[in-house]
Nanobody, 126 residues
Framework: QVQLVESGGGLVQAGGSLRLSCAAS????????MGWFRQAPGKEREFVAA????????YFADSVKGRFTVSRDNTKNTVYLQMNSLKPEDTAVYYC???????????????????WGQGTQVTVSS
């Protein structure tokens, strides 16, 4: 079992930055690919970014490429999502998720992830 706790959400003006953190329990954190997803009101949950267990591979949604980065510190069991140049359309609840089956090449599909955090709200004002 892996428990995930997100933090770092909040209210920010357009053009600003936020860094989300996701702290994981357990001793085998590096064996999990980690993903970030978001869900806006009335919309489906969508992929944002993912990183492999060792941090070698990263993927980003087209909508956030060049603005968001994902990283992880396996010594702290934590994955980060640095969000820059935020736009009002980035407003959503952001979730981190862990995938134990594809630790070396993370999936972009929410259905592939085994564990989910509770989410953190990000609101970008115009």
């Amino acid at each position: 079992q892996v428990q995930l706790v997100e933090s770092g959400g909040g209210l920010v003006q357009a053009g600003g930055s936020l860094r989300l953190s996701c702290a994981a329990s357990g001793r085998t954190f590096s064996m999990y690919a980690m993903g970030w997803f978001r869900q806006a009101p009335g919309k489906e949950r969508e992929f944002v970014a993912a990183i492999s267990g060792k941090g070698v591979r990263t993927y980003f949604a087209d909508s956030v490429k060049g603005r968001f980065t994902v990283s992880r510190d396996n010594t702290k069991n934590t994955v980060y999502l640095q969000m820059n140049s935020l736009k009002p359309e980035d407003t959503a609840v952001y979730y981190c998720a862990a995938d134990r089956n594809s630790w070396h090449d993370p999936s972009l599909a929410p259905s592939e992830y085994n564990y989910w955090g509770q989410g953190t709200q990000v609101t970008v004002s115009s």
